[in-house]
């Protein structure tokens, strides 16, 4: 990599993809650990088993980052307060949940909520990530995908 | 009804405010060291709320099987895969890529516990969703 702005390729595309798989993975586990507690104890307990885990995972992989890390921008405090953030979301979530919106609606207008974000995110360089203009490809992407993510979850749970 | 629905908003912003900066750590550090601060964080949040309002260690928790855990560390490697794409696609193309993948795999996974769907709505949906994946990789060549 010689340039500081990497243009996007394949395999960045593909493990977003692949990332969203391995969400449906963790809200499946985090569901199965709320239902013997309730959902502050599987956040927690996923907050705590992760912390561990990526200890582990930073130990594992120590001596492969070793360099040109003196010539990064250091991170501004509230870099840093991601966590912050997920952890609201858990509370928001279950409380939306538990509303006369369900499990559909919530999630539905949850990803409504995160593509408004992203919108502006990518618009305004917001957080010192690139600015991004979105295309109209951009555009039709997002339209088609979130029509059909709209069907799966509204669908959800019926017999056909 | 207003309340909840703005509720179910304010969550979904949070996730994309969360991978923003996440994402920007990861540019200052590694995406790994970035998951690591998002649930070091995250955990030190929920134990103090815990604390405050009760119930951190609900009776029944104690029967939780270990692979109700294995939670955690995908999250790990789920926030660190989306502090490293996010500052190389975008937020929107992350968010939306993101979103189809869990959609569909999800599809995938209610197949497999065989989970009541309605066919044609899910098979549409998984159909939309894989052409609005095409028309991303389309731009990626460009």
């Not at chain 2, 179910?8 to 690591?36: E, K, M, Y």
Request: aromatic residues 8%; glycine residues 12%; hydrophobic residues 55%.
């Amino acid at each position: 990599m010689t340039t500081s702005t990497p243009r996007p390729r394949l395999i960045h595309f593909m493990a977003a993809f692949g990332t969203g798989g391995l969400l449906t993975l963790m809200v499946h586990f985090n569901g199965e650990l709320g239902r013997y507690g309730n959902a502050l104890f599987s956040s927690w307990g996923a907050h705590g088993t992760g912390t561990v885990a990526a200890i582990l995972f930073l130990a594992l992989l120590y001596r492969r980052r070793e360099r040109n890390t003196a010539e990064r921008l250091p991170a501004p405090f509230w870099a840093y307060l991601g966590g912050l953030s997920g952890a609201a979301t858990v509370m928001l979530t279950s409380l939306a949940v538990n509303s006369p919106l369900a499990l559909a609606g919530t999630l539905a207008l949850g990803l409504a909520g995160q593509v408004v974000f992203s919108l502006g995110a990518d618009l305004w360089g917001l957080f010192g990530l690139p600015r991004r203009r979105p295309t109209l490809r951009d555009l039709a992407a997002l339209a088609l995908i979130l029509a059909g993510s709209a069907l799966i979850i509204l669908f959800r749970g019926f017999e056909s | 009804m207003t309340m909840p629905i703005l509720v179910a908003c304010l969550a979904g912003l949070l996730v994309g405010l969360s991978r923003q900066l996440n994402g920007r750590l990861a540019v200052s550090t590694s995406p790994l060291i970035s998951s690591f601060w998002n649930h070091a964080v995250g955990f030190a949040a929920l134990t103090v709320l815990g604390l405050v309002v009760g119930g951190l260690i609900p009776p029944g928790a104690e029967n939780a099987p270990w692979h109700a855990y294995v939670g955690g560390p995908i999250g790990v490697v789920f926030v660190a895969a989306g502090s490293w794409v996010i500052a190389r696609i975008g937020a929107v193309n992350t968010a939306i890529l993101v979103i189809g993948g869990q959609m569909v795999s999800g599809v995938l996974l209610d197949l497999v516990l065989a989970a009541p769907t309605t066919l044609w709505a899910t098979g549409l949906g998984v159909i939309l969703i894989l052409a609005g994946v095409v028309v991303t990789q389309t731009q990626a060549k460009r």
